[in-house]
């Protein structure tokens, strides 16, 4: 069973960058199909970005795509996810999970092994 640690969170203004960064233990990310989620304050949780088992496929959701970016970097198996030019409705816990089942999903009920989130909030 892996475990995954989030971090990388702040309170930026509008504009810059963070880097997120999913650190697992017990079993190697490219054991996995990985994912970020976010969940605003009254919102379900809604996917933001995965990378593939091979590391091979990415994709992104509509509101990311082209400012954010998710990568693996398996000597440190860690996953991690470039946000580009925030915006405030970027404000979200986000979370790294991992799905062991084959294919990548969008869904959170997908995904069996979640991190503890971390808190990113962009001022305008």
């Known amino acids: 069973q892996v475990q995954l640690v989030e971090s990388g969170g702040g309170l930026v203004q509008a504009g810059v960058s963070l880097r997120l960064s999913c650190a697992a233990s017990?079993?190697?990310?490219?054991?996995?199909?990985m994912g970020w989620f976010r969940q605003a304050p009254g919102k379900e949780r809604e996917f933001v970005a995965g990378?593939?088992?091979?590391?091979?496929?990415?994709n992104y959701a509509d509101s990311v795509k082209g400012r954010f970016t998710i990568s693996r970097d398996s000597t440190k198996n860690t996953v991690y996810l470039q946000m580009n030019n925030l915006k405030p409705e970027d404000t979200a816990v986000y979370f790294c999970?991992?799905?062991?089942?084959?294919?990548?999903?969008?869904?959170?009920?997908?995904?069996?092994?979640w991190g503890q989130g971390t808190q990113v909030t962009v001022s305008s």
């Open positions: 017990g079993r190697t990310v490219s054991s996995y199909n």
């Open positions: 999970a991992a799905r062991e089942r084959p294919f990548l999903r969008t869904t959170a009920n997908e995904y069996e092994t």
């Open positions: 990378i593939s088992r091979s590391g091979a496929v990415t």
